[in-house]
């Protein structure tokens, strides 16, 4: 007898809440983003159940008669696994795993499972299980009694101690050293940092899916794995890019945003995510063809602000205005949000304009700006170290290029050192 192998996916049912404060396509693109996220963990959705409500059941988070209907609907249709879209408490899990008899997962345990799966390297596998099990630590309760076999030699079990107590006691353990990798890993990081200061660095920031990986490979030819599904990147990657003719700077790409993203893995992936941190300027990757994208602007900035970047100069970069549908958003887009460029990373469009934005932000967020002198005026030469530093200067055939570290107090005195009308008044 001859067989095919065929990896069976798990048949999920994904339940949503709408409450009256979210839009109708609202609630539809929180599942549509839900489904995604279970294709992504290798579940196939079967069902998708609403409920509509203002109060939130404290014991079974939706309402007994949806619970019954979600048993019915699991029984009939071979489904193993039902999956929330928000947290839920340990009692609520356990209330509906008596009541439905399958599977609980929420929103956090999802994600959670993604990123687990999607780790590769060492650091982005201990920030990962650093998070479960800061995740698991709340809910732990008599069915994870296997974590002493795991993590078996860590520690023993004490006099008197209960199971869960010894599992707290073990799970608490594994944290703290799991941080303190962590801790070497980002002092590694901040060699490596310093090693390399004297480029500029810029990075991609965004929802998760919003192209920046393709951006990332467009510019630096990186050669970063993209995907149409969420969180393909996981690691941040840093490359050289040339910006402007003899100027280069550092471009990172690193992990995706997403709605509701569980604190702990935003905690966790710290170090991950130190080079956004530090970054000199943020190129806001948006996927202006997804009809979310507003709602992904403003995730995407309250995330950013939560990790301490909140105030760093954005470049808004509009992506994907190949598959846009209708192109008259893009004007009032600009309006919005400044400064800002609509590009396509798949396709190139808009890539050299690209460049010169981000060479001319860079400059600016480093307080350098570029001077351009007559040789008539060369003079001016000897006064501008007064203002500012001189960083670079290239002598040309009818003028001198001169680039100048200054603050806005120099930038205003250079201005009038260089305008005709001022130096008639100095003289
Ligand atoms: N039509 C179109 N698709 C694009 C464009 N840029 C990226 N994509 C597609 O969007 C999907 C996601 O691209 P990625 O570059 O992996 O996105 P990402 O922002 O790095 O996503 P994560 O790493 O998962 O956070 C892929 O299928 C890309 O081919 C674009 O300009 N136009
Ligand atoms: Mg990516």
Redesign the pocket.
Known sequence: MTSVRKVKRERAIIVGIVTSDVRREQATEYLDELTLLADTAGAEVIHRVVQERNAIDPSLYIGKGKVEQIAALAEDDDVSLIIFDDDLSPAQVKNLEERIKRKIVDRSGLILDIFARRARTSEARTQVELAQLEYLLPRLTRQWTHLSKQYGGIGTKGPGETQIETDRRLVRTRISHLKEKLDQISRQRATRRRRRKELPTAALV?Y???????LMNALADAGVF????????LDTTTRRVTIAPNSSALLS?T??FIRKLPAHLVASFKSTLEEVVEADLLLH?VDI?HSGFEEHIEVVKKTLEDLGAGQKPVLYVF??T??LEDRAILTSLSARFSPSLAI????GINLVTLRERISELLRRSRGEEDYIIPYEKQQLMEQIPAFGTIVATAYEEERIHVRVRTNAEGRKKIAALLSPKSRRKKS
């Open positions: 965004g998760t899916n919003a192209g920046k990986s393709t993209v995907e149409n599904r969420l969180f393909a990147t790409d992990v995706g990757v063809a992506n994907k190949d598959a396509s990373a798949q396709r």
